[in-house]
């Protein structure tokens, strides 16, 4: 769509009016609206011509870091929820504490369909690549299209203040990324942390295969990020990269009940280095990890997680 406005409240009230305009001349069998800004159009489109609507709610919109200092914005977009949500009859979240605020809040079964990464066979790493990319160094990886600010992404750039003969690698982008190359700039560290674009998922993939230790450092700032399970965590899983992770309670479930990486308790730079040193260095672990990391492939990936989608399509038929 080409719209006039492109950010601020015009940009949502063009948006749904342009997106309410564009469902009702459409052909069309089931509607799928993809979280609480595309709601109130496909809502008002299922009552006027009776179609059928599945709401896919990708994360507690309500409580967006974006929202937490807008009362009025966050207000008017709780009431569209607490205006529609009550009368949803087919509902999908990405994870069971979502699923069960909103089952608490308003009283409809929310059914879990987890956003996994494709199965991918375990593989022998690009190892020209590894040594182009990271040479005998250890590496890291953050990843994702939402390294924002509260994710623990500045903590861990300042962390590689105090680790040697290791390389971090930033794959994304993000609201706090150019300060994060403020960061790096500002402590001399441009050896140690290199950052790359958004790419193809396979491209991506490649980096995340050879990383030794992969980062999901969410902070429980917001009940959003409390609740939070990032893509990101997954992909780690396909590439059988252990990981690294913030206490968020869907991640530290998952993470220590497969065995596949270590939770940390600290922000706090300098210790966070100091347990990433340990690690690294324990190859009774690493080793004990990627034979977990093996069997977390098989049992979390779309390939199986689909079939909750597709059973959902069926009653809707």
């Not at 994702?144 to 861990?156: F, L, M, P, Q, V």
């Not at 609201?175 to 960061?183: A, Q, T």
């Not at 001399?188 to 295969?209: A, R």
Request: proline residues 4%.
């Amino acid at each position: 769509m080409r719209l006039v406005f492109s950010r601020g409240f015009l940009f949502y009230a063009e948006f749904s009016k342009r997106l309410f305009i564009t469902l009702l001349f459409s052909r069309k069998n089931v509607l799928y609206a993809n979280d609480l800004d595309t709601l109130l159009p496909n809502f008002l489109i299922s009552k006027l011509t009776g179609t059928k609507l599945i709401y896919d709610s990708h994360e507690l919109f309500s409580e967006i870091p974006e929202l937490q200092n807008r009362s009025f914005v966050k207000r008017v977009w709780l009431a569209i929820e607490r205006l529609i949500f009550k009368r949803l009859k087919n509902v999908i979240t990405v994870n069971e504490h979502i699923a069960g605020y909103y089952e608490e809040t308003y009283g409809v079964p929310v059914n879990v369909v987890r956003n996994l990464a494709p199965f991918l066979p375990k593989e022998t790493p690009d190892f020209s690549l590894a040594k182009e990319i990271k040479g005998n160094r250890k590496m890291l990886i953050l990843q994702g299209s939402g390294i924002n600010r509260d994710r623990g992404a500045e903590e861990a750039v300042k962390m590689m203040q105090y680790l040697e003969n290791t390389v971090l690698y930033i794959v994304g982008s993000g609201d706090v990324v150019p300060e994060l190359k403020r960061l790096v700039t500002e402590l001399h560290i441009e050896h140690k942390v290199q950052f790359l674009p958004k790419m193809p998922y396979d491209d991506m993939m490649e980096y995340t295969k050879i990383a030794d230790l992969g980062l999901s450092l969410d902070k429980s700032t917001n009940l959003n990020y409390q609740f939070s399970l990032p893509n990101k965590v997954f992909d780690y899983i396909q590439a059988r990269t252990p990981l690294l992770v913030s206490p968020v309670a869907e991640v530290k479930q998952l993470v220590e009940s497969c065995d596949i990486g270590y939770v940390i308790n600290t922000f706090n730079p300098e210790s966070m280095a100091t347990i990433v040193k340990e690690l690294l260095a324990d190859q009774a672990c690493l080793k004990r990890w990627n034979k977990n990391l093996d069997e977390a492939a098989l049992r979390y990936n779309w390939e199986k997680e689909v079939e909750k989608l597709i059973e959902i399509e069926k009653r809707l038929s």
